[in-house]
C-alpha cells in the first residue's frame, strides 16, 4: 500500500505535469499554433439526470491503488487524466457506475478516429456500481452549463468517505465568495505549502516560477481546497 509521502508527491508530480502543458500551450496560443483546451468533467448522475462536475473523486482511488488506473496509448490535450469518470447520487451516497477511456475505433482504416468505450468491469469486475468511500470533500456539481456564467447554480455536497455530510445550492455570486473563502482557509494549510514549494521548482531544483502564477495554477486545478464547509 503507498505510503502518505507517495501519495503526496503523486499529486504534485500530476499538478507539474498539468503546470508543464499550461506553459506549453500558453507557448503554443502565442505563437498562433494551437489553443489551450478545456478538460472533459466527470458526471454524475442525480434522479435520472446527468451533470458535469468540477473535481475527479475517483483520484483518490487510483491515488491508492494506482495499478487499477486504466490504461490507454490515445493522449488527448483534454483528457489529461486519461478517462472520465461517472457517478450517481443515490441514497446520500457517492457511487462510481461508470469508467470510459478513449481509444481507436475499432474496424477503422484511419489512424486519427477515436472513441471512447466502458472499462468499468474491467476495473471493478462483477459490480455495478462501487461506493466511493476513499473520497471525502466537497463535490461541485454544475446544475444548468447552458445558462451565462452570471446566471449559473451550483450543487455542491460535503463527502465524508463517500456518504453526503451536507448540501448546498450557491448562485453564481455566492460560488465565487465561497470559493474565496476556502481558497483562504487552504493556503494556511501544511498541505498547501509543500505542494507551493514543489511546484516552484524545475527538475534541477531552482525556483523557476512567480509566486502569483504558481498561485494561480494551485487555484484552478486544486478539486478541492477543503474537504469541509467553513460555516
Known amino acids: 500500500m503507498p505510503t502518505q509521502q507517495a501519495i503526496h508527491e503523486h499529486v504534485v508530480r500530476n499538478m507539474r505535469n498539468e503546470l508543464t502543458l499550461i ?10 499554433s494551437a489553443n489551450a483546451t478545456g478538460q472533459y468533467p466527470d458526471a454524475i448522475v442525480i434522479d435520472g439526470k446527468e451533470y458535469s462536475i468540477k473535481g475527479n473523486p475517483l483520484e483518490k482511488y ?4 494506482p495499478e487499477k488506473k486504466p490504461k490507454t496509448n490515445i493522449m488527448s490535450s483534454a483528457l489529461h487524466r486519461g478517462y472520465i ?9 457517492l457511487y462510481l457506475i461508470d469508467i470510459k477511456i478513449k481509444v481507436k475505433k475499432e474496424n477503422s482504416d484511419k489512424n486519427w478516429e477515436t ?11 462483477n459490480e455495478n456500481k462501487v461506493l466511493m468511500d476513499l473520497y471525502s470533500g466537497i463535490l461541485i456539481i454544475h446544475l444548468n452549463l447552458e445558462e451565462s456564467y452570471e446566471n449559473r447554480n451550483r450543487l455542491l455536497i460535503e463527502f465524508e468517505n463517500g456518504v453526503a455530510q451536507e448540501k448546498r445550492t450557491y448562485g453564481n455570486k455566492k460560488y465565487q465568495n465561497f470559493l474565496d473563502v476556502q481558497f483562504e482557509l487552504y493556503k494556511k494549510t501544511d498541505k498547501y505549502k509543500n505542494e507551493f514549494k ?5 527538475d534541477d ?25 467553513s460555516d
Not at 487510483?62 to 491503488?65: L, N, V
Open 23 to 32: 506553459l506549453f500551450l500558453v507557448f503554443a496560443t502565442l505563437t498562433k
Open 62 to 65: 487510483f491515488e491508492k491503488y
Open 85 to 93: 469518470a461517472t457517478f450517481t447520487f443515490a441514497n446520500e451516497k
Open 115 to 125: 472513441e471512447m468505450v466502458s472499462v468499468f468491469n474491467k476495473v471493478f469486475p
Open 198 to 202: 514543489e511546484l516552484k521548482k524545475n
Open 205 to 229: 531544483g531552482e525556483e523557476e516560477y512567480d509566486d502569483d502564477f504558481i498561485e494561480g495554477i494551485m487555484r484552478t486545478y486544486t478539486p478541492n481546497f477543503t474537504s469541509k464547509f
